[in-house]
């Protein structure tokens, strides 16, 4: 599902190479509501995520830690299909392309790329190729499009201004895209992220929930890359406080700021319109809050949320009928967003694996056991079943 280029000293050096490790309920954490069976966002039926991560050492000593993540809403049908959708900047300090349709049509036209800060240009035009080379295009060979491409910064272990994404990295996620379990950690868009001082990455969580007669599904899929060490909490624990070895910044360090940046994509298939969808989108952002962001000014947190319900009504035809949930009954929603929202990010930092990268920089992962033992003296350790 996702390219390593990867040496054999970098794979000894930061073990990235390694089997998938526990995630964040392995280990005990504990959270609210009921996951789907993968607890991933490819539990929304019709959903598709694909990764390319690109890990190299270069000759002249620069250090490839990079790479794409793409989200099919529809899979294969994402190009000939949108999906409603809606989407929030908490603090704008970042990149999403394609928005300002977004929000003027309410309508989510392909799929949501994850790339870093340097490379959303080049994985923009590529999404437009990949649309092209489908086919289907309008008589003149074209398709009018406005991709939605998203960054976070991965500068400090990534030699960024090396612009080593390419074309076809973005053509791979894509036509590898596909449902069933979802790689986490250090992988695709999230290959050099960084969040509270710790490695971070991608991450992603479900939540299944009842609406009258219905239940339904919401998953969430993150590209971490925020915040600071102290004011990190997990599972409502103020363990950034007891963690402080290895931190990249000190207190008295002008740099340490809540800078960095995160994009969270929602998906379900309960039947929700543009405008229910921001708010949805919204509510992502409480689930950063509970990890103790306050969403600094130099942060880019941008949410995406889409619904794949209701694709009858987007076909092109001069009269549609959608159907949707009432808003005095979208709130099991609201919650399901704030605890796949903090669920995703928890089980990014979990997976992540310690890694050297440009300039000799190095980001540890969160120690496993330490926090095990912290959740265990502050009452919250929930054993797994």
Same mark, same amino acid.
């Given at each position: 599902?996702?390219?390593?280029?990867?040496?054999?000293?970098? @794979?000894?050096?930061?073990?990235?190479?390694?089997?998938?490790?526990?995630? !964040?309920?392995?280990?005990?954490?504990?959270?609210?509501?009921?996951?789907?069976?993968?607890?991933?966002?490819?539990?929304?039926?019709?959903?598709?995520?694909?990764?390319?991560?690109?890990?190299?050492?270069?000759?002249?000593?620069?250090?490839?830690?990079?790479?794409?993540?793409?989200?099919?809403?529809?899979?294969?049908?994402?190009?000939?299909?949108?999906?409603?959708?809606?989407?929030?900047?908490?603090?704008?300090?970042?990149? %999403?392309?394609?928005?300002?349709?977004?929000?003027?049509?309410?309508?989510?036209?392909?799929?949501? %790329?994850?790339?870093?800060?340097?490379?959303?240009?080049?994985?923009?035009?590529?999404?437009?190729?990949?649309?092209?080379?489908?086919?289907?295009?309008?008589?003149?060979?074209?398709?009018?499009?406005?991709?939605?491409?998203?960054?976070?910064?991965?500068?400090?272990?990534?030699?960024?201004?090396?612009?080593?994404?390419?074309?076809?990295?973005?053509?791979?996620?894509?036509?590898?895209?596909?449902?069933?379990?979802?790689?986490?950690?250090?992988?695709?868009?999230?290959?050099?992220?960084?969040?509270?001082?710790?490695?971070?990455?991608?991450?992603?969580?479900?939540?299944?929930?009842?609406?009258?007669?219905?239940?339904?599904?919401?998953?969430?899929?993150?590209?971490?890359?925020?915040?600071?060490?102290?004011?990190?909490?997990?599972?409502?624990?103020?363990?950034?406080?007891?963690?402080?070895?290895?931190?990249?910044? &000190?207190?008295?360090?002008?740099?340490?700021?809540?800078?960095?940046?995160?994009?969270?994509?929602?998906?379900?298939? !309960?039947?929700?319109?543009?405008?229910?969808?921001?708010?949805?989108?919204?509510?992502?952002?409480?689930?950063?809050?509970?990890?103790? &962001?306050?969403?600094?000014?130099?942060?880019?947190?941008?949410?995406?949320?889409?619904?794949?319900?209701?694709?009858?009504?987007?076909?092109?035809?001069?009269?549609?009928?959608?159907?949707?949930?009432?808003?005095?009954?979208?709130?099991?929603?609201?919650?399901?967003?704030?605890?796949?929202?903090?669920?995703?990010?928890?089980?990014? %930092?979990?997976?992540?694996?310690?890694?050297?990268?440009?300039?000799?920089? @190095?980001?540890?992962?969160?120690?496993?056991?330490?926090?095990?033992?912290?959740?265990?003296?502050?009452?919250?350790?929930?054993?797994?079943?």
């Amino acid at each position: 599902m996702f390219r390593f280029t990867l040496t054999l000293a970098l @794979c000894a050096l930061a073990g990235l190479a390694q089997a998938a490790g526990p995630r !964040a309920r392995d280990l005990g954490i504990p959270f609210d509501g009921t996951p789907g069976p993968l607890n991933a966002i490819t539990d929304v039926a019709g959903v598709t995520v694909g990764q390319v991560t690109l890990i190299r050492d270069l000759p002249d000593g620069h250090k490839v830690r990079t790479g794409v993540t793409a989200i099919l809403p529809r899979g294969k049908a994402s190009y000939e299909i949108p999906a409603f959708g809606g989407w929030f900047a908490l603090n704008g300090n970042g990149e %999403m392309t394609g928005t300002t349709w977004l929000e003027e049509s309410g309508q989510l036209e392909g799929p949501v %790329m994850l790339t870093n800060t340097h490379s959303v240009g080049v994985v923009r035009d590529a999404v437009i190729a990949e649309r092209v080379h489908a086919g289907g295009a309008d008589a003149s060979g074209y398709w009018w499009s406005l991709p939605v491409v998203a960054e976070t910064w991965d500068g400090e272990l990534n030699d960024i201004n090396g612009f080593h994404v390419h074309a076809a990295d973005a053509a791979q996620a894509l036509h590898e895209a596909k449902g069933g379990p979802v790689a986490e950690g250090n992988v695709g868009g999230g290959t050099g992220m960084i969040c509270h001082e710790f490695k971070c990455g991608i991450g992603t969580a479900s939540r299944r929930v009842r609406i009258g007669e219905s239940t339904y599904t919401l998953g969430v899929l993150v590209q971490a890359n925020y915040g600071l060490r102290d004011s990190l909490r997990i599972a409502g624990v103020p363990v950034g406080q007891y963690l402080r070895e290895d931190r990249l910044y &000190s207190a008295t360090n002008p740099a340490a700021v809540d800078t960095g940046s995160i994009i969270i994509v929602v998906a379900t298939d !309960a039947p929700l319109l543009p405008h229910q969808l921001k708010r949805i989108a919204r509510r992502a952002g409480m689930g950063l809050a509970r990890m103790g &962001s306050y969403s600094g000014n130099g942060s880019g947190d941008i949410f995406v949320a889409f619904s794949t319900a209701n694709a009858d009504a987007l076909h092109d035809r001069p009269l549609q009928q959608a159907s949707f949930i009432g808003n005095d009954h979208i709130d099991p929603l609201f919650e399901a967003t704030v605890q796949a929202s903090e669920e995703a990010i928890v089980n990014a %930092m979990i997976a992540a694996k310690d890694m050297c990268g440009e300039g000799g920089h @190095c980001v540890k992962a969160i120690p496993h056991a330490e926090l095990v033992a912290l959740l265990k003296r502050f009452g919250r350790y929930q054993p797994p079943h």
